[in-house]
């Protein structure tokens, strides 16, 4: 009998997770997993509210009170999920160019020109290498885990994060779609001088060709660039605004009607980009920019199991901007979402993650 057959026989799902052990307090090791948690502490641009570096840690720390019979795929925790190690200059690097990269953010809020302040000039040029350098990083790290045939799911940080990952992708297949769930869309170019901004994941994602469509759905913040971006994409960006989901919704459309029609705007391979900012505040409260409106978690869930269960294939996922506060709220959520996530992945894969629990009602 396998090492893991072993554990899973003496492993009690019914207890807390073991606190010494890997996320979600499962007992495998990362060879005995089939799905790896790449987590990537990472904040350097943030312009407003800060703490998506801390988010990783904080949902670790959550994950150890989830459940893990999940009704969904009540069988997922035996296939084992493993989260790994980040390289410590991360979150180093992380804090020490967030720094720098304050007085940069606020001269531009102030009206000046960063081209005529050299210093300033200087710093930003070296943010963006310093960006540029994480995100081979973390590609190297994805397809070092992708070429063991792992599941690889990124855990940010800020919204700059996945960009290695989409490199990683895109090494891996040679088309495919994002799936993007977000308040914002995150189309600006280089946004207050930031090459790699978290405002800018998806205008830098576009310049991969494998990636042939994002269908973004519950925005609700943008401007005229980003909105000049999508109309010039020729299809390739389509947008689900949170006010266009409710005003079908109020006007009769079916959650289920709506969900099957953005996934059958998809292509066959899909990769799922989920902003923590997407859902209501309330699950979200410290997220670094909140903005009204938003997607119950029973909405999101939903549209991620309806893609599981499609003749789409879902290749990779993403979840970042979970920001811890003083409770335990938002690492809670993100616990729990990234569990539901790596369930559809996990189904979408092929992989035995059982059959529904269905209650008599």
Not at 6 to 22: C, E, H, M, V, Y
Not at 100 to 129: H, R
Not at 298 to 305: R, V
Request: aromatic fraction near 10%; proline fraction near 5%.
């Amino acid at each position: 009998m396998s090492t893991k057959q072993n554990k899973i026989d003496n492993f009690d799902p019914s207890q807390p997770g073991l606190a010494d052990a890997t996320i979600y307090g499962l007992p495998f090791t990362a060879e005995e997993s089939e799905i790896i948690v790449v987590p990537a502490p990472w904040e350097v641009t943030v312009s407003y509210g800060a703490g998506a570096s801390e988010g990783p840690e904080a949902i670790l720390e959550a994950s150890y009170q989830v459940d893990l019979l999940h009704q969904q795929y009540p069988d997922l925790w035996k296939l084992g999920i493993y989260i790994d190690e980040a390289p410590e200059h991360w979150a180093t690097d992380s804090a020490k160019y967030k720094e720098m990269a304050q007085p940069i953010i606020e001269a531009l809020e102030n009206g000046e020109t960063i081209a005529d302040l050299p210093e300033l000039q200087k710093d930003l040029d070296t943010i963006n290498a310093v960006c540029d350098k994480f995100h081979k990083e973390v590609e190297e790290k994805v397809s070092s885990w992708m070429a063991k045939g792992k599941k690889v799911v990124l855990l940010g940080g800020d919204h700059s994060t996945p960009l290695g990952y989409y490199n990683a992708l895109a090494k891996h297949h040679d088309a495919f779609g994002i799936l993007h769930f977000d308040a914002h869309m995150d189309l600006r170019d280089a946004y207050e001088g930031f090459t790699y901004s978290h405002a800018s994941i998806m205008f830098n994602t576009l310049k991969l060709p494998q990636v042939k469509t994002i269908v973004q759905v519950g925005i609700r913040d943008f401007c005229e660039q980003e909105v000049a971006t999508v109309m010039e994409s020729n299809g390739r960006v389509l947008v689900h605004t949170d006010a266009d989901l409710k005003k079908d919704e109020f006007e009769g459309m079916s959650w289920k009607d709506k969900c099957d029609h953005i996934i059958a705007s998809l292509p066959e391979k899909v990769a799922i980009s989920f902003d923590i900012d997407a859902l209501l505040a309330w699950y979200c409260p410290n997220t670094g920019t909140p903005v009204p409106g938003g997607l119950t978690y029973e909405q999101a869930t939903y549209m991620i199991t309806r893609l599981s269960e499609s003749n789409k294939l879902i290749i990779g996922m993403d979840l970042v901007e979970v920001a811890p506060g003083e409770d335990d709220w938002d690492g809670n959520v993100g616990a729990r979402l990234l569990f539901h996530m790596c369930g559809a992945f996990a189904k979408s894969q092929g992989l035995a993650v059982g059959q529904k629990i269905e209650f008599k009602k």
